[in-house]
């Protein structure tokens, strides 16, 4: 039976790729990447493109959107689910493929709900990836959590009030999404002691990987869009 | 320069493992794993070592009792890194392999914490590895969090209340070392009508891998060791 496959690549260097998702991305008769923009270049599709064959394989970029606005998105959701199903249906195995993980902050997630709904019987398997929380952790050195320690990830855009309930209980907290409140974080994390006790990585496991540590060396940077913080309690080790 | 590497190998599945990692792990010259006790199987070495070649590769298995009594565990750490150390002074790379990912919960930080300290010049590379929060996520079809939501990770051996506070405040929450707690765990979340929302995994990514959805299919179930819960708001979806 022709499948669905939802595939993490990881955060964008090809080596992160796991060896199931190398094996699934080689036999899919279909990719399918998401893009936000036309014409835009896929992280994900360049992440593996060299374990690709364009002679023999479909490669679909399909274009979701970056905005909140639902009846924008809704139609892009339904769009890829219906060319996805057309192609099962037809017998070929289709690969989605999204960095990171895809059932962390990933489009799948759309994607997943809508063949749920209208076509609960679709064989669909998904493929965990290295999502970039870890790798960033990795690339700055940084320990997420160890023994009886507790982990918050929230997107900053969730609100402030919710990012400093968590400062003050959860031992380590990554912030996804920084971009938009840069400024802003950087005075909350100020103000809470943290000045020594957070890391700032953008683009990570990419040649345009930057890592910033301590609240002194981010002031003035202009972050990235795939940017993140990890932040834990003061006085502890990065 | 001979290198340390922390090596993360995934949830215990060969093909969970990156291609970094692979690469790495056939290139090393000695491989530390991991046990609890003297005699058992380490579940990280029985994940790589089809890639290993135990003629020309040092295979080391160190215990790190598995207990909480500090003046047990420092020397298990203590000597780990003199081992470590010695291979690396003599110009061999060597490749401590984990489960899951270095950086989360993970043995590996203790050692990097003595490495820091007693020697800061030796050079650690850190390879991140598919936690079993995201395999376990993917072999339940669970989404772990989209849009603005937030996820908060907690061993539950950390306290019931802590438990409460991040189930009431979080839209996801990842309950790590279940199994002391078990049984008082089904109850809470069925006091807090979780009955539907929540889904247990244990050994995920291996051929004993078991997910039970609901607190129904939970009611009895004797977990293993490895095994951890997802649960979601009241009435979200799975």
Redesign the interface.
């Known amino acids: 039976m022709a499948t669905i496959y939802a595939v ?1 690549v ?1 955060p964008g ?8 998702a ?2 699934i991305l080689r036999q899919a008769d279909v990719i399918l990447a998401p893009i936000s923009r036309p014409g835009e270049a896929s992280v994900a599709l360049d992440t593996v493109r060299k374990f690709l064959d364009e002679r023999r394989q479909e490669i679909i970029l399909h274009q979701f959107p970056m905005t ?1 606005d639902r009846t924008r998105l809704i139609p892009a959701w339904q769009e890829a689910a219906a060319l996805i199903a057309a192609r099962v249906a037809a017998g070929q195995d289709v690969a989605f493929i999204t960095i990171g ?6 489009t799948f ?2 994607l ?2 809508i063949f ?1 709904e209208t076509c609960p019987q679709i064989a ?1 398997e ?6 970039s929380i ?2 960033a ?2 690339a700055a ?15 900053a ?2 609100g402030m009030d ?1 990012v400093v ?2 400062l003050v ?2 031992d380590t907290v990554v912030l996804l999404k920084v971009k938009p409140l840069f400024g802003e974080l950087l005075e909350v994390l100020g103000r809470m002691g943290r000045g020594q006790s957070s890391v700032f990585v953008e683009r990570v496991g990419s040649p345009r990987q930057k890592v910033l540590t301590g609240l002194a060396e981010m002031a003035g940077h202009n972050p990235d869009y795939l940017s993140l913080m990890i932040v834990k309690q003061p006085g502890s ?1 990065l």
Chains 1, 2 share one sequence.
């Open positions: 993490g990881g260097d090809p080596e992160l790729l796991t060896r199931k190398e094996r909140s993980d895809p059932l962390l902050y990933s997630i759309y997943l709900r749920r669909i998904i493929i965990p990836g290295i999502s870890n790798t952790a990795a050195g940084v320990t997420l959590a160890e023994a009886e320690e507790r982990i918050a990830i929230i997107p855009t969730a919710k309930e968590a209980t959860y080790c």
